[in-house]
């Protein structure tokens, strides 16, 4: 598998990476609500960058796929990721770490905000590798 193929493959990995992470919580924590206002609670939802990353499937897929030109479709996912990122950067730094500890007892939830940004820079990355991989910089 060639790198335009691999690249579109792989960011359509870490969208639902980022989807999964976003999920994460809810069996966690004993009450949905709670989770809401966790999500709510810095200065952007989170779940803005969930949608991003449900419309960006669709992209990095439609650009492998050629039922898009390759390089609108590498054009845009990075777009997509760069605003994934910014997104999830922005409120794992506002929220407060303090209501983390409070949701739940359970230690996987204090990795939570890393995990999301560590995928999010995921997306960001692939996108930047497919726009790379059809020599568009």
Not at 78 to 84: D, K, M, N, Q, T
Not at 107 to 135: E, K, N
Request: proline content about 4%; some cysteine; aromatic content about 8%.
């Amino acid at each position: 598998m060639d790198a335009q193929q691999l690249a579109p493959t792989l960011g359509i990995g870490f969208c639902l990476l980022v989807l999964v992470v976003l999920a994460v919580p809810y069996p966690i924590v004993a009450e949905g609500t709670t989770v809401d206002f966790y999500y709510a609670n810095g200065a952007i939802d989170p779940l803005v960058a969930g949608l991003l990353c449900a419309v960006a499937v669709v992209v990095f897929a439609a650009g492998r796929q050629g039922r898009t030109d390759p390089g609108t479709a590498a054009g845009v996912a990075l777009a997509f990721g760069a605003f994934v990122a910014l997104v999830a950067i922005a409120w794992a730094l506002t929220v407060p770490e303090q209501l983390v500890l409070q949701l739940s007892r359970n230690a996987l939830l204090g990795y939570h905000r890393a995990a999301l940004v560590v995928s999010s820079l995921g997306v960001l990355a692939s996108g930047l590798w497919y726009v790379r991989a059809l020599s568009l910089v």
